[in-house]
Every structure is written in C-alpha cells, then in structure tokens.
T-cell receptor
Framework: DAKTTQPNSMESNEEEPVHLPCNHS???????IHWYRQLPSQGPEYVIH???SNVNNRMASLAIAEDRKSSTLILHRATLRDAAVYYC????????????FGKGTKLSVKP | SAVISQKPSRDICQRGTSLTIQCQVD?????MFWYRQQPGQSLTLIAT?????????ESGFVIDKFPISRPNLTFSTLTVSNMSPEDSSIYLC?????????????FGPGTRLTVT
C-alpha cells in the first residue's frame, strides 16, 4: 500500500487558517486521498476525500498537487474544537474499507 | 450516515480472562470492521467482520485470539481472548453504509480496555 508522510504536530491560533500537509510520493493512479480526524477520546471521523481535483465541503478544503504526490488539508478558520489528530490516508479505488492509518498530525489550537 | 454504539465503553480485566465487545449500528450495513488503537498509537485494522461467514483477519491477528461474530447486518462482536497487559487498547468498530459511495467510513466511540 502507498504510504503517506505527515508532520507529527502543528500549532494554530484560533480563527486563523490551518494548512495540514501530506506527502504521498508513491501514490498510484487509482488511489483516492482521504482525510480523517480523531478528536480526543473519540473514534475517527471522515473529513474529506479527493482524487485529482481540489475539493471543498462544510468542514474543510482539500488541495491536491498536480502530480498528486502531495496534498494539503485546509481548515479555513480553526476553532478550539478542531484540535485533533488528522490522518491522511490513501484508499485504493476509494472503496477499500481497510483503512491504513499512519501516525497523523496532532493539531493544537490556541485561543 | 450511521450511528454506532459500543458496549462496554470501558473495562478493566484480569489477565487470562476474555472480554466480548459489542458493536451495534442503527441501520443495515454491508461492511463492518474492527480496529485496535494501542496507547499513544494510531489505529490498526484487526479484521473485516463478514455477515454469515468467517471474519477476514489482517496479518498478525488470528481468530483464536480475536474471535468475531456477525450474525446480521447491524451487529457484531469482538472477543479478546486470554488477555494479557499487551492487549490494553481502545477497540473500535467501523462501518461503511450501503448507500454510501464507500468513501466515508463511520467509527464507533471505542471500548477502552485495561488488562491488569
């Protein structure tokens, strides 16, 4: 399975944008890029996914590099509730249930 | 979407005993999974719970240690057998709703297990 690389931790100030990077240089053409986050003491929750084009939803935006070897999750205005571990995951064909979680990025948000 | 509950939410068990964790979903789902999250670590998939047939285990996990049942499309159990302190983890079930595009996976709140 293709692997991802993320910074271990990042800090942000409340109400400022946050850009969470992910490198996936060995991504294949059929791998979808998924993002999940895990709030403290909770199970992971889906954030967003994409294949080639940038994507937006109510939670975040996903910017995918043209060569697809990296992507960035964008939280437009961080809140304290966004403090979590964010996981970037490659999912073959977008339909594989057996998600392979890396270590993720622990995001801290300062008031 | 799917709402998932797990029982128990937490437990403290003695080594050598077994614990069965229940996962209940509020709608019928095709795919159900069990994950383990060891302290301070990321999630690792244990197995895929198949309705009406034996579970499919990932490398490093065996049926004798983690027997799984899935009697219908809304319920599954995971048993942690002959426990040792190394089994202390959070165990989570997850599902992919049938109406979904298989893009979004829903996770339960987890069962925090401590083995003494």
């Amino acid at each position: 399975d293709a692997k991802t690389t993320q910074p271990n931790s990042m800090e942000s100030n409340e109400e400022e944008p946050v850009h969470l990077p992910c490198n996936h240089s060995t991504i294949s053409g059929t791998d979808y890029i998924h993002w999940y986050r895990q709030l403290p003491s909770q199970g992971p929750e889906y954030v967003i996914h994409g294949l080639t084009s940038n994507v937006n939803n109510r939670m975040a935006s996903l910017a995918i590099a043209e060569d697809r070897k990296s992507s960035t999750l964008i939280l437009h205005r961080a809140t304290l509730r966004d403090a979590a571990v964010y996981y970037c995951i490659l999912n073959y064909g977008g339909s594989q249930g057996n998600l392979i979680f890396g270590k993720g990025t622990k995001l801290s948000v300062k008031p | 979407s799917a709402v998932i509950s797990q029982k128990p939410s937490r437990d403290i068990c003695q080594r050598g005993t077994s614990l069965t964790i229940q996962c209940q979903v509020d709608s019928q789902v095709t795919m159900m999974f069990w994950y383990r999250q060891q302290p301070g670590q990321s999630l690792t998939l244990i197995a895929t719970a198949n309705q009406g047939s034996e579970a499919t285990y990932e490398s490093g996990f065996v049926i004798d240690k983690f027997p799984i049942s899935r009697p219908n499309l809304t319920f599954s159990t995971l048993t942690v057998s002959n426990m040792s302190p190394e089994d202390s983890s959070i165990y989570l079930c997850s599902v992919i709703p049938p109406a979904g595009e298989h893009y979004e996976q829903y996770f339960g709140p987890g069962t925090r297990l401590t083995v003494t």
